[in-house]
């Protein structure tokens, strides 16, 4: 019989493997010495411990996941339980029960990590929706809105999983945001439409009223009337961008056609009116040098009004000095209004009483203060004589001011 530490080979060539629960047979051998047998099975034992081994290592210094190590280390179980092996069975199966307990703990591990990467992941996809939601409700800039929704649908797919319900949860609330933008976007350029339809139509007025006028030979009313057109036209709003252009050029065109023949007739007149230009300038310059030396505010007006009649007899002036002419005209006008003006103040009856009346009043004063004056100096008051003084001199001054306006009056 041949032996060694972990089995032996009987002498009718039964090979048994020991263990902690005894012998077991793990095979038969016939065909050599039983030292061959023994090295046979012993080779199978060192197979089981280098897939052990193996194990071991890619538990340690890998990602092994928890439970394709468990199911590696139960098949190894089966195996080394029914091994047909000669070894040391029992401290194979103890380190395979030391790796299922390294297993437990990844599992443990693992699972920790998966919830807060889950956790992680509902954080981020909470933010997503949370946005989407803000997006369907506030923007109202449709074309950066819908953008930045499709940005968030792919933020969402690129980001991690989270549990099913939670996705499933979130998903719901991220396709309602959507479908919320989508409607209010929908709704707006719908009713933007219909507005705009309602500002086309009311441009088609405008622009008929605007052709109506284009031949008009009533310059003012006409010209009234356009500007009223132009007015309804900008506080009409916009129409689709097609139908604006062409409705505009309608537009511009009768109104080029209208202003055009206005300032046709116009320039025509301009020109017949020169000839009462050259006669205004003749009459301004005139006028301009004989009326400031009219000293007679009533000479000065009734040799305005000669010129006021020339001035109205001579006729209508062209545009382009119209302004000028006219406005150099009244500039001299409003001198003699304004002479007119100053010698009533200076003749006014009633304002050279008044004049009198404060001459008097002042007069009165400094007599008064002058007694005072001489008494506080025999009785040596000093003080009293100072105030007295002071005051005498502003009263004389405003006497002689009064006394100059009275003068002027007389």
């Known amino acids: 019989m041949t032996t060694d530490p972990w089995g032996r080979v009987d002498d009718d060539g039964t090979v048994y493997v020991r263990t902690s629960d005894g012998e077991r047979v793990v095979g038969s051998w016939q065909a050599g010495a039983p030292e061959e047998a023994l090295a046979f099975y012993r080779n ?10 193996l194990l071991e290592k890619r538990l340690r210094s890998t990602d092994l996941s928890a439970s394709a190590a468990m199911s590696s280390i139960d098949k190894l179980r089966g195996s080394v339980t029914g091994a047909n092996a000669v070894g040391d069975l029992d401290s194979l199966m103890k380190r395979l029960d030391d790796l299922a307990g390294r297993a437990e703990e990844r599992k443990v591990e693992q699972k920790q990590a998966q919830e807060q990467a889950r956790g992680q992941a509902r954080e981020i996809k909470e933010r997503i929706v949370a946005e989407a939601e803000r997006v369907a409700v506030e923007t109202t800039h449709w ?17 991690p999983r989270a549990d099913r319900p939670t996705e499933q949860a979130l998903w719901k609330r991220m396709s309602t945001a959507r479908n919320s933008f989508s409607k209010r976007r929908k709704a707006y350029f719908a009713n933007l439409d ?19 006028l284009s031949n008009s030979t009533e310059w003012g009313p006409t010209a009234r009337a356009y500007r009223d057109l132009m007015q309804r036209w900008k506080a009409g709003g916009r129409a689709d961008r097609a139908s604006e252009d062409k409705l505009w050029a309608r537009f511009k ?8 023949a206005r300032n046709a007739v116009f320039a025509e007149r301009d020109a017949e009116l020169r000839v009462n230009a050259e006669a205004k300038e003749k009459i301004l310059a005139e006028a301009k040098a004989e009326i400031p030396t009219i000293s007679d505010p009533r000479r000065a007006r009734a040799r305005l009004r000669d010129f006021q009649n020339a001035w109205e007899e001579a006729g209508e002036l062209p545009r382009d000095v119209r302004d000028q002419l006219e406005g150099a005209f009244r500039k001299i006008e409003d001198g003699v209004r304004r002479a007119e003006d100053a010698e009533w103040e200076r ?32 009785a040596g008051e000093t003080r009293r004589v100072q105030e007295h003084e002071a005051a005498l001199e502003a009263r004389r001054s405003w006497l002689t001011e009064a006394e100059k306006a009275l003068n002027e009056m007389s």
Do not use: C, H
């Not at 199978?44 to 081994?53: F, I």
């Not at 065109?253 to 055009?260: E, G, H, I, P």
């Not at 002042?362 to 005072?372: D, F, G, H, M, P």
């Open 44 to 53: 199978k034992y060192d197979a089981l411990v280098t897939q052990v081994e």
């Open 143 to 159: 074309k950066s809105g819908g953008e930045r929704m499709l940005q968030l649908i792919e933020e969402w797919k690129k980001a």
């Open 194 to 212: 219909q507005q705009r339809e309602g500002v086309r139509a009311e441009k088609e007025r405008i622009v008929a009223e605007a052709e109506a």
């Open 253 to 260: 065109a009768a109104q080029d056609t209208f202003f055009d």
């Open 347 to 378: 003749t006014n009856p009633e304002a050279r009483a008044r004049a009198k009346d404060t001459v008097d009043q002042l007069s009165a004063a400094i007599q008064s203060l002058e007694t005072k004056l001489e008494k506080a100096r025999a």
